[in-house]
């Protein structure tokens, strides 16, 4: 693996342009991807497809959005940010331009899935911010990172009206053909953020640093698998406790129920979700998104003050991968040293058979983890009855359950800690949250250096640190790094490291703590420096949004009503000479109990509802979406639109008023308001 050389930029290309055109690049790229969902409704009508196809054509750009990342972000390392970008870009507005033309599902497929897919993983703010790293100074891009990811949502708040007004004004086609073209901007924009070509010489790959290049690759580009130690230690085992809950609550998380709901359900295909017993539908979309943001701002705080905490105790692939995976590879294969000993060894019958029970217990435990997290999407029940069927009963479910498990056991198995340096966004974003204040793993190189090992004939020789250089800490980290080089990406804060120095620094009678949770301020100037402006700033915010989703959690309704008339029509005739209106009725319920459900008609008066469906009984946590008819007298009924009045009660209770409206026939022009009408004015 080579180094990429020096960024010079040009002296037009100051610290302000290059943050103003990678912000634009940003509000371009992920704008007009983020407003997809306007389109679903005009194109599905006019090409007479289900919401599946879209559905689809969503699902495959998203995933090859993602797979496509670490290679985009290769091909901009090797051959330059322009390069990566500009063909993103091409390959992008392609997608969006055939997109405009597509008749069938399988050309939706190629254009808004595989090809906008492909363009965002090279054009979108991921390789901006890689940009943003090389080309600006270091005291710049704790702020470029911040704004050019700000950058990226503040797209979608402009994009959002842009779209709907286009789509209003001259259709989803040109609406289309319109955002292909402003994708082009991003080919002049890419040049103030070009980054130049990796140096491939020998002697650049000779000077590299551990800065350019992962731990886990040889300079030739080959893997290089690592053999973490057990570590042993009071964070070990403070990291074991919280694990084990963890495991606990992630097992037991879709099958305990509470309130009625299983504690945790995801179910993306009803748009329905429930949390620690609450339920959220699509009418409590604006609550699940403070719940998103409130979460995003958590990781955010908790980054920027204590470090990438997230990672090393509480993300999901970490605690399966250290705790469950790990554990049984020392079961089986015995120590790390044990471990490299035998890979070197000769293949024989033993090995063999060591090697096979191994992966086929790790494909075992990947297939129950592909099972659990299908129970977080369709439920419990719906979970046994598939694994209590038979499989021909379910053959679809059971090769996607494949597909997943397999997925998880490359990942537990083989892909293993590059899937948090090569794979994972979220390690970037929240490396990039960290500065010199941060609380993080640190090795204090003010009392550590010079290293200089245990020997007897020192005598004379100049005082070394309390680092005694034994390599401890650098066997014992998961991703194989030497944390006392300084905090890098590859750093999860594990804190394995601090539990073999700790236990180095016993051995020889001196102060633990060479490695500990601290700030490379403190280690510097020897004064404790966490609470910052940036620190304050996102207590503040994340305090507001909390105050914000309790008290909306608090007001809302265990039972909302909604009533409307049917769009589409107008009023029928009855045989007595009454006049109806259709209205669709939609009844959600929150809590935990069933609701008898009685609805009247206060305004204006003689009025009579026919249900049209069975509207008179809620159960707990249900929905009803059906009709009712609402006929009224001729002689109540106004010019024009009459104001109609209705009430739902429960239990004696008044759940809802609704105000409508009723059209009819227009009535004589001698008529006057009749008594109990609702006053349009008021």
């Known amino acids: 693996m080579a180094t990429t050389a020096p960024a010079l930029p040009s002296a037009w290309r100051t610290p302000v342009v290059i943050i103003a055109c990678g912000c634009l690049m940003a509000i371009l790229t992920f704008g007009p991807r983020s407003v997809f969902g306007f389109f679903l409704q005009p194109m599905t009508q006019e090409l007479g497809w289900g919401r599946d196809v879209f559905a689809l054509a969503i699902a495959i750009q998203n995933l090859l959005w993602g797979a496509a990342l670490p290679f985009a972000g290769a091909v901009a390392d090797r051959y330059g940010s322009l390069f990566a970008l500009s063909v993103g870009g091409v390959v992008y507005a392609a997608g969006l331009a055939l997109m405009a033309y597509s008749s069938t599902p399988g050309m939706l497929h190629l254009s808004a899935g595989v090809l906008v897919g492909f363009g965002l993983a090279g054009a979108s703010f991921t390789i901006v911010l890689a940009s943003f790293g090389k080309l600006l100074p270091e005291s710049m891009r704790t702020f470029a990172f911040g704004i050019g990811t700000a950058a990226g949502s503040f797209g979608q708040f402009l994009f959002s009206p842009l779209a709907v007004a286009l789509l209003n004004s001259v259709g989803w086609r040109e609406t289309l053909l319109i955002f292909a073209v402003v994708v082009l901007l991003v080919l002049p924009l890419s040049f103030a953020v070009s980054t130049p070509a990796m140096d491939m010489s020998v002697g650049a790959t000779r000077k590299q640093s551990f800065r350019d290049a992962l731990s886990s690759i040889h300079k030739d580009g080959r893997r290089k698998w690592v053999y973490a130690r057990q570590p042993a230690g009071r964070y070990y085992r403070a990291r074991t406790l919280v694990s084990l ?235 194989g790094i030497d944390i006392r080089n300084g905090i890098q990406l590859e750093c999860v804060n594990c804190t394995a490291c601090m539990d073999a120095c700790d236990a180095v620094m016993r051995q020889l009678d001196r102060p633990t703590g060479l490695i500990a949770l601290t700030s490379h301020e403190t280690v510097r100037t020897r004064r404790r420096s966490w609470l910052t402006v940036r620190v304050a700033a996102y207590a503040a915010v994340w305090a507001v949004l909390v105050a914000i989703v309790v008290v909306l959690l608090v007001r809302r309704r265990d039972v909302d009503v909604l009533i409307l008339r049917q769009p589409g029509t107008l009023f029928a005739t009855m045989e007595d000479g009454a006049v109806a209106n259709f209205y669709t009725v939609q009844v959600l319920n929150r809590s935990a109990r069933a609701h008898d459900l009685d609805y009247r008609v206060v305004a204006p008066a003689g009025a009579r509802i026919v249900p049209l469906g069975p509207i008179g009984r809620v159960d707990a946590h249900g929905l009803i979406e059906s009709r009712l008819l609402v006929q009224l007298p001729r002689q109540v009924l106004l010019a024009g639109a009459t104001p109609l009045r209705l009430e739902v009660h429960a239990g004696g209770a008044l759940l809802a008023t609704i105000d409508s409206s009723f059209l009819g026939p227009a009535p004589p022009a001698n008529t006057r308001l009749p008594a109990g009408s609702v006053n349009p004015e008021k």
Request: with cysteine.
């Open 245 to 479: 809950a963890l495991l606990a609550f992630l097992v037991a998380a879709p099958f305990v129920s509470f309130r009625g709901q299983p504690l945790v359900l995801l179910n993306v295909l009803e748009r329905r979700f429930v949390l620690l017993g609450l339920v959220f539908w699509p009418q409590d979309f604006h609550l699940v998104v403070l719940v998103a943001l409130t979460a995003i701002v958590t990781l955010a705080l908790s980054t920027a003050t204590v470090g990438r905490v997230w990672c090393g105790w509480l993300c999901p692939q970490t605690v399966f991968m250290e705790m469950v995976f790990r554990r049984l590879e020392y079961w089986i294969d015995g120590s790390a040293e044990r471990q490299v000993r035998r890979d070197a060894s000769p293949w024989t019958a033993a090995a063999w058979g060591r090697a096979v029970f191994k992966q086929a217990l790790f494909f075992a435990m990947s297939f129950a983890i592909a099972n659990l997290f299908l129970a977080y999407v369709i439920g419990a029940g719906p979970l046994w009855t598939i694994v209590t069927d038979p499989p021909s009963r379910h053959l679809a479910g059971l090769v996607a359950i494949t597909i997943f498990s397999l997925l998880f056991y490359g990942v537990f198995a083989r892909f293993r800690e590059q899937a948090c340096t090569l794979a994972c966004p979220y390690g970037r974003v929240m490396s990039s949250l960290i500065d010199r204040h941060t609380i993080t793993v640190t090795y204090d190189a003010v009392r550590g250096e010079p290293r200089g090992r245990l020997s007897r004939d020192r005598a004379g020789a100049a005082p070394a640190g309390d680092c005694v250089d034994c390599a401890r800490c650098v066997t014992v980290c998961p991703t």
